[in-house]
C-alpha cells in the first residue's frame, strides 16, 4: 500500500511517499481504507524527535487520528462490520501504525461509528481533541452544572472543544484567548466571557470576572509558565487540570490555596494498552453529542492531501492555521 514515512526525526521535509505492506489483520482489530486524518501538536512533536519516549521505531507511519471504512473485522470483534463508517484515535505513537497510509490496522477498542451530521473527512478531526476535553472536564475535574470553569487557550484545538462541552454541561464558561479575533470566534460559543490575556491580567479578570474569589475549575491547554497563572486564577479549594505539564514549578500557591492538579495525556492507552475501552465510548457519546448539534469543530478552509504530510506539518508550525488541520485520500 501506499504511505507517508518517515524514515529520520526532523523538519516537515522528512516525509516521503513509498510502498510498505497492508496491514495484517489481528485479534481485536478492524482494518480500516483511510479517508482521512488530522494534524495534532504531538504529531509534530513526534516527527521532529522531541518525544522520543513515545516515538515509533523508525521508518514509522504517523498520525493518529483517522476516518475510514472498514474492510476487514477480526473474528473475535462484534463491534463493528464490514462497511462501517468510523472515526478514532488509534496510532502513530510507539507499538502501532498510523493514519498516513491507505489502510490502518486499529484497535476496535479505540474506534466509533462516525457521527452522521459531519462528512466522514471531517470526522477525523474530532477523536484527540475530544477525548482529551472529555477527560479533564468529566474524568478529571469532575465538572457539573453551574460551577465555573475558566479555559486557557480557548480557541485551540482542544480548548473550543472544552467550551462546547462545558458548555452542554451546563457551566458557566469562560476562556482566554490571545487576540481579537479568537476572541469572537470563542464567544461565538456562547461563553460567559473570553479574556484577552495579552490586555488584562490574572489579578484583574479574575477580580472582574468572580469578585475575587476565582474560578471552580481551570482547565489550562497552553502549560509552561501558563500554569502558574492557572493557580492563581482557580478558588481556594478548586482544581486546575492540564494537558501540558512537563514544566516545573513553585506549588507554594497551590498548596496553600488547597487546590488539586490533574494532568491529562491521552496517548497513554495507545501506549500501555491500558483504559483503550474507555476511549470508544467516549467516541460514542461525542458522536450522539455531534449529531444533535451540541458540538462542532473549527476546521482550516486549506484542505491538503493525505500525501502531502509535509505541506500540512509545515502550515501548522507556520502559525498561520485556524482550526484543524485535515488530510484527506
Request: overall charge neutral.
Amino acid at each position: 500500500m501506499k504511505a507517508q514515512v518517515i524514515n529520520q526525526f526532523g523538519d516537515p521535509s522528512v516525509f516521503s511517499t513509498v510502498d510498505i505492506p497492508k496491514p495484517v489483520l489481528q485479534s481485536g482489530h478492524i482494518l480500516v481504507r483511510v479517508a482521512a486524518a488530522s494534524v495534532n501538536p504531538i504529531d509534530c512533536k513526534i516527527r521532529s524527535g522531541k518525544v522520543p519516549e513515545i516515538s515509533p521505531v523508525l521508518p514509522a507511519v504517523l498520525h493518529g487520528d483517522v476516518s475510514g471504512i472498514v474492510e476487514a473485522v477480526a473474528p473475535d470483534v462484534s463491534t463493528f462490520q464490514v462497511g462501517d463508517e468510523v472515526y478514532g484515535f488509534a496510532g502513530g505513537v510507539r507499538g502501532t501504525g498510523g493514519a498516513l497510509a491507505e489502510w490502518m490496522l486499529a484497535d476496535a477498542r479505540l474506534m466509533a461509528i462516525r457521527p452522521n451530521r459531519v462528512a466522514i473527512q471531517e470526522a477525523a478531526g474530532f477523536p484527540l481533541v475530544s477525548i482529551t476535553a472529555w477527560k479533564a472536564l468529566f474524568e478529571r475535574a469532575k465538572l457539573k452544572e453551574n460551577q465555573s470553569i475558566l479555559i486557557h487557550g480557548g480557541a485551540g484545538g482542544v480548548g473550543h472543544v472544552a467550551v462546547q462541552l462545558a458548555k452542554w454541561k451546563k457551566a458557566k464558561v469562560y476562556a482566554t484567548v490571545r487576540s481579537e479575533e479568537d476572541r469572537i470566534l470563542v464567544q461565538s460559543l456562547g461563553t460567559e466571557s473570553v479574556v484577552n490575556v495579552n490586555t488584562e491580567s490574572v489579578e484583574h479578570y479574575v477580580q472582574r470576572l468572580t469578585e475575587g474569589k476565582g474560578f471552580d475549575v481551570v482547565f489550562d491547554t497552553v502549560g509552561g509558565e501558563n500554569l502558574d497563572r492557572s493557580f492563581q486564577a482557580v478558588r481556594i479549594g478548586g482544581k486546575v487540570v492540564t494537558i501540558a505539564a512537563r514544566s516545573h514549578h513553585d506549588l507554594t500557591p497551590m498548596h496553600n490555596k488547597d487546590i488539586t492538579l490533574h494532568a491529562v495525556f491521552t496517548l497513554n492507552p495507545l501506549i500501555t494498552s491500558i483504559g483503550r475501552e474507555f476511549y470508544g465510548k467516549i467516541l460514542k457519546k461525542i458522536a450522539e453529542l455531534i449529531n444533535q448539534g451540541h458540538l462542532n469543530l473549527f476546521i482550516d478552509k486549506k484542505i491538503f492531501s493525505l500525501w502531502q504530510a509535509n505541506d500540512a506539518h509545515a502550515f501548522f508550525e507556520s502559525g498561520c492555521s485556524k482550526g484543524k488541520i485535515i488530510l484527506i485520500d
